[in-house]
């Protein structure tokens, strides 16, 4: 089956949160192009008011809107509850020109799954049928899905596909994991291969791809129809160059294209009115992976980590030499 969101054996850079800000993106989309789409952080629905028009805008960033290829390319992510004003949300959301709207099912995290939103709404399908029918009526965009397999039993994932199809989503992202399971133990790739079965619309993958042969792996295992890439799309934001043109980095190659996208990234936020100790914060929060197979990245990391200014980052980022 095909669908114009994505195409076929596609990359989707994930969303995560505190780290796929509109800063974050612009550099990917600079720096690092050949992802097929983009995702925002989630934006939490509000159980009470509204947001302001700019709040919305700045999720997303002006400088998305204004971009016609990057708009298309970018999935607006949302993270509801059963009471939330979802409904008005997403009517706001269409109100600013976004074109995409993903439904988070997916977040495994305590705090979001007490407040009732992410995987914890996968204990109550016919919640999820409510939201769901509600949003693709409200909003005449492209709506989509993030899931985990279920809460507690993957054996959920034959239901929560069909209900997802019925409700109209028009493609789903599935990752292979309960939310029980949280990041402690592998994916299961086999419910993304379940998925697949029962699925009249698309069904992306996404759990343990570190590498573009992982990517491959799991289009080969499955039959999903497009890949999702999150820890290792941090590891390595220029993912498309070894999935698409099969570059192989060798390490002067990986920590060049680190220092590259690292010093675009702080020139941004430097822009956008970020002070020093912010920029440390995100420095440290986007370069968790990224000196990964490096010779003494471990030690580079730690250096990283310990830094207290942004000089002293980039001074040790600069002294590696291969």
Not at 24 to 50: K, M, N, T
Not at 183 to 194: L, Q, T, V
Not at 309 to 318: G, L, T
Request: net charge positive; charged share 25%; aromatic share 8%.
């Amino acid at each position: 089956m095909q669908t114009d969101l994505v195409p076929a054996q596609g990359l989707l850079f994930a969303p995560m949160e505190g780290v796929t800000d509109s800063v974050y993106r612009q550099v990917v989309s600079e720096i690092c192009p050949g992802w097929d789409v983009l995702a925002c952080d989630f934006l939490r629905v509000p159980s009470a008011g509204h947001y302001p028009k700019k709040h919305l805008i700045k999720h997303i960033g002006q400088q998305f809107l204004e971009n016609p290829d990057w708009n298309k390319r970018t999935m607006y992510q949302i993270l509801t509850s059963e009471r939330a004003f979802t409904v008005d949300l997403v009517k706001q959301v269409a109100d600013i020109g976004v074109h995409w709207v993903d439904l988070n099912l997916g977040c495994p995290s305590k705090t979001v799954c007490k407040s009732g939103g992410g995987s914890s709404l996968l204990r109550d399908l016919k919640v999820v049928e409510r939201i769901v029918t509600d949003i693709r009526k409200s909003f005449p965009g492209r709506f989509t899905c993030k899931v985990r397999a279920g809460f507690s039993n993957g054996d959920q994932i034959t239901d929560i596909i069909k209900l997802l199809n019925d409700c109209g989503a028009e493609m789903i992202t599935v990752h292979g994991r309960t939310r029980e399971m949280m990041y402690k133990e592998p994916a299961r790739w086999e419910w993304i291969e379940e998925a697949v079965k029962v699925s009249q619309v698309p069904i992306v993958g996404n759990g343990d791809v570190w590498n573009a042969q992982d990517a491959k792996r799991m289009l080969r295992e499955t039959g999903c129809y497009a890949v999702m890439v999150a820890r290792g799309a941090l590891k390595t934001p220029w993912f498309p160059l070894h999935y698409y043109q099969n570059v192989t980095d060798a390490p002067e190659t990986r920590i060049a294209m680190a220092r590259q996208f690292l010093k675009r990234y702080v020139e941004l936020l430097l822009e956008s009115g970020v002070n020093d100790p912010g920029i440390v914060r995100q420095i440290k929060s986007v370069s968790r992976y990224i000196f990964d197979e490096l010779p003494g990245g471990d030690v580079l990391r730690r250096k990283v980590l310990l830094s207290q200014n942004s000089a002293n980052i980039f001074n040790e980022i600069n002294a590696v030499s291969y």
